[in-house]
């Protein structure tokens, strides 16, 4: 039996709430057939068109007086948590049903410490929320506070920090909850990012990546295995070129030699090697997985994805 982490990507819940619950059935049975192959399993996933559609939401509602305020970007992770916690609680839930599997599915609103001396909170790049022309821009930062940058001619967005991870505040209620036998969701979009003030956590706008947190945690609950599911089936390097090439495994060493060469698409690829890279090298035996969500059980078994071991 081996303790994974899973980290699910966009593909695994879409774009809207309907197209989500319709995709969640799908991304269930794979993550169910790692449970019924007798492992711990874990589970932490993306929220970026999620925690968009909410934020936008209620900010435009707010800016035609509909409600009374807008949601603050760390309520609306959360809510983000909530939602996407249920649509996987209830996939899995009835996923396990179906094949006679007495285990239970919790959702975790699940805290992540990041450092306000990050150098992130320097030079916020994130870009959260809608488009704005510059005069309701230049009011809404003179309102709020925000940080608002003219993105590639159509419009001006609010850009928010992207720190690291550097813990997860509810690890021991996830570790109880996997000793207890129960399949848990938790750092739902990374987590709500949270700072340190005189021994009190606060909660502040900011994206923590998903693979970042994912890999965070599995070092914290001591897992064997971190399980990046994405859209693709291996890693390549020349990627899209006449000579691409799939990788089966790499040393950690060779994943940093690639991304040093820029194998890696810094928004997408790269933060999941890296990730990998850090959980391999964080204790001898652990072993990182990139592979494609249909093909996690064999990936698993060795048959296909890419292997970031030592
Ligand atoms: P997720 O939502 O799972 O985090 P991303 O789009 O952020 O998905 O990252 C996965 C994508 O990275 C793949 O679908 C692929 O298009 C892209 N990608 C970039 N570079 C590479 C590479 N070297 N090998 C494989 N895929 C790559
Ligand atoms: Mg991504």
Redesign the pocket.
């Known amino acids: 039996m081996k303790k994974i982490v899973i980290a ?4 695994a819940l879409g774009n809207t709430p309907y197209e989500q619950l319709e995709l969640v059935r799908e991304t269930a049975k794979p993550i169910v057939d790692l449970i019924q192959d007798g492992n711990e399993v874990v589970i932490a996933h ?1 929220n ?1 068109p999620q925690v968009g559609m909410i934020n936008l939401g209620l900010a435009t509602a707010a800016r035609t007086g509909s409600i009374k305020s807008d949601m603050p970007f760390p309520e609306c992770g959360a809510m983000s948590q909530g939602y996407i916690g249920y649509h996987l609680q209830n996939a899995i839930g009835n996923e396990l049903k179906s094949r006679g599997m007495d285990k239970e599915v919790c959702t975790i609103v699940t805290q992540v410490l990041v450092d306000e001396k990050d150098p992130a909170f320097q030079n916020p790049t994130k870009p959260v929320g809608g488009f704005y022309d510059k005069d309701v821009a230049e009011k809404i930062m003179r309102e709020k506070g925000y940080k608002m940058v003219e993105d590639a001619g159509r419009g001006y967005r609010r850009v928010v920090p992207s720190p690291r991870p550097i813990d997860v505040v509810e690890k021991k209620t996830v570790e109880n909850l996997i000793k207890a036998g129960n399949v848990v969701i938790t750092v739902g979009g990374g987590g709500i990012p949270v700072v340190l003030r005189d021994g009190y956590l606060y909660g502040t706008p900011a994206v923590i990546d ?2 970042y947190a994912s890999e965070k945690l599995a070092e914290l609950i001591d897992a064997d295995m971190l399980i ?5 089936e ?4 020349n ?1 899209k070129k006449e000579n691409e090439q799939w990788l089966s495994s790499m040393t950690p060493d060779q994943a940093k030699a690639y991304a040093k060469e820029g ?3 810094p ?3 790269l933060p ?1 090697v890296n990730a990998c890279v850090e959980f391999a090298e964080s204790k001898k035996g652990r072993v990182a997985l990139i592979t494609s969500l249909d093909k996690a059980l064999q990936a698993l078994n060795g048959e296909t994805g890419t292997r970031i071991q030592m």
């Open positions: 699910l990507g966009g593909n993306g970026g998903k693979d990046i599911l994405t859209a693709v291996k890693v390549a390097i990627y194998q890696f698409a928004g997408s690829m999941k």
